[in-house]
């Protein structure tokens, strides 16, 4: 059983550094649940008979020091591999950036239980999204 997760969490949206610090807490805690979900369904739901779990989408926030939140490194110590570990930076800028924030890295797959991979961007018309397309392989036993 391969348990697949796509997600968005909270945007960085803001105008006051109260704001900002909510954005921060609201993706931390968005991960807390979806690292007790996948426990749930590992443990109780398929009794052990889970052998992967992915995880990806935009989670508004990079592992590059740009922002204060710990969501990247929740994932991480959680066991989860990071496939943009050893990514160089511009080559993983999945977001264009805005007049507010420089191009970054908001796009992230993370697995676990699978042979480890890493991520690579795709490019595709300007047009289509604000963010580059993102893709991993993996193999399933």
Not at 31 to 49: C, D, K, P, S, T
Not at 105 to 118: L, V
Not at 120 to 141: A, F
């Amino acid at each position: 059983m391969l348990l697949v997760y796509s997600l968005h969490l909270k945007s960085n949206l803001s105008n006051s550094e109260e704001q900002t610090q909510l954005n921060y807490r609201l993706r931390e805690e968005s991960i807390r649940q979806l690292l007790a979900h996948v426990e749930q369904m590992e443990n109780v739901v398929f009794e052990g008979r889970v052998s992967g779990v992915v995880i990806g989408g935009d989670f508004n926030t990079n592992h590059d020091g740009q922002f204060g939140d710990r969501t990247i490194a929740m994932m991480v110590e959680a066991g989860y591999d990071h496939t943009w570990d050893g990514v160089a930076r511009e080559d993983r800028l999945t977001w264009r950036g805005s007049n507010r924030f420089e191009p970054t890295t908001f796009d992230h797959f993370f697995t676990k239980g699978i042979e480890k991979t890493q991520a690579r961007m795709l490019t595709v018309s300007d047009e289509s999204s604000d963010h580059w397309p993102v893709e991993i392989e993996i193999r399933i036993p």
